[in-house]
């Protein structure tokens, strides 16, 4: 054998066993870190107008963070709505906005010409009855949050206000401000198809939302919505959706709104999100792709992301996805007032 020949195969065998290596140390650490599922999720599927379920919605998003109802839309409802999106996100023109961990988003879609057809949506009567019952009365509001998923690719996360826009949330979301009042921001999702088979609409981890990091030895949930069922849950919950891109598959599709009680938490909520959503629209606006070549090499590059995702520990994604959440903890409100009133004093 040719010495440059016998080098390249050296050579070859070396890159080969340090693949397998990698491989072996990735699919151990990945084996060893999964989320386990729960050993004894709770009932969480509450029918609107059912005896007492006011009562036990609440009762859910206190303890559990989330609850589920079943049939609050019809399915000729929810198929318009799906066709609105399929069009939008994998029409002739892919108008959505493409996202870091694949998959894609509209956000801010309400506001778009082309979900005319789907504004009702956040007036509805059926799920202001919803809104009712998780509030306990009429003291909230919409929160300015919505958008599409379009086979959205979700690592395991806690909602908050992160990177450019995490200024407006001044106060800690997991205590009181000075006033006693607290966040309570629910969002609640609309799944256009059905997964009653399969994991790939919401999992969570039960509980979850009182807690500033993700309870892992909880062990989460996986939720099976059928089409016109409603997922409400605390944006504070550990949750993700499904880290696996199918680029061959019909769509993952799901619409959602947000809303909050009406106080300060809200309203810094609100504020960061509008910025967000209006930044990623004009981002999306003018980042529309022909379908052909170029949308057919963005499904293979997030084909390959969702793998890598899949093989990394979820810990290890949500360590980065969390990051800000550590910051909370010196943002209190509690003391606001006090500490206003003593400024004032020493300045008299």
Not at 64 to 89: K, N, Q, T, W
Not at 207 to 219: A, C, D, Q
């Amino acid at each position: 054998m040719a010495p440059a020949t016998a080098e390249k195969a050296k050579t070859g065998g070396s890159c080969r066993r340090v693949t397998l290596v990698v491989a072996a140390v990735l699919g151990t650490a990945r084996w060893f870190c999964r989320c386990h599922p729960h050993s004894a999720p709770p009932d969480v599927a509450v029918k609107l107008g059912s005896p007492g379920w006011e009562e036990a919605v609440r009762r859910n998003l206190e303890v559990h963070g989330y609850c589920h109802i079943p049939g609050i839309l019809s399915r000729d409802e929810v198929l318009s709505m799906r066709r609105l999106a399929e069009d939008f996100c994998y029409g002739d023109q892919r108008r959505a906005l493409p996202l870091q961990y694949g998959g894609y988003s509209v956000p801010g879609f309400l506001d778009l010409p082309e979900f005319a057809d789907a504004r009702w949506l956040r007036d509805d009567g059926r799920l202001h009855q919803l809104l009712k019952g998780a509030f306990n009365g009429t003291g909230y509001r919409f929160a300015s949050h919505n958008d599409v998923g379009c086979d959205f690719v979700g690592v395991w996360h806690k909602d908050v206000l992160r990177g450019n826009v995490r200024k407006y949330q001044e106060c800690d979301v997991w205590s009181a401000d000075d006033k006693g009042e607290k966040h309570e921001i629910y969002k609640v999702m609309f799944y256009l198809q059905d997964h009653l088979h399969d994991e790939q609409a919401l999992k969570a981890i039960p509980g979850s939302h009182i807690l500033r990091h993700t309870p892992w030895e909880k062990g989460y949930v996986a939720l099976h919505p059928r089409m016109g069922d409603t997922v409400i849950f605390d944006q504070r919950l550990s949750h993700a959706g499904n880290t696996f891109y199918d680029a061959f598959g019909k769509g993952r599709l799901f619409m959602q709104v947000g809303f909050g009680r009406d106080n300060r938490f809200t309203d810094e909520f609100e504020r960061g999100t509008v910025e967000r959503q209006n930044t990623l629209q004009a981002r999306m606006l003018s980042s529309s792709t022909p379908k052909g070549w170029g949308t057919a090499l963005t499904d293979l590059k997030f084909l390959t992301l969702g793998a890598a995702l899949t093989a990394l520990p979820p810990q290890v994604l949500n360590f980065f996805a969390d990051a800000d959440i550590k910051s909370h903890a010196s943002r209190s409100c509690a003391g606001a007032a006090a500490a206003a009133s003593g400024g004032r004093s020493a300045e008299l």
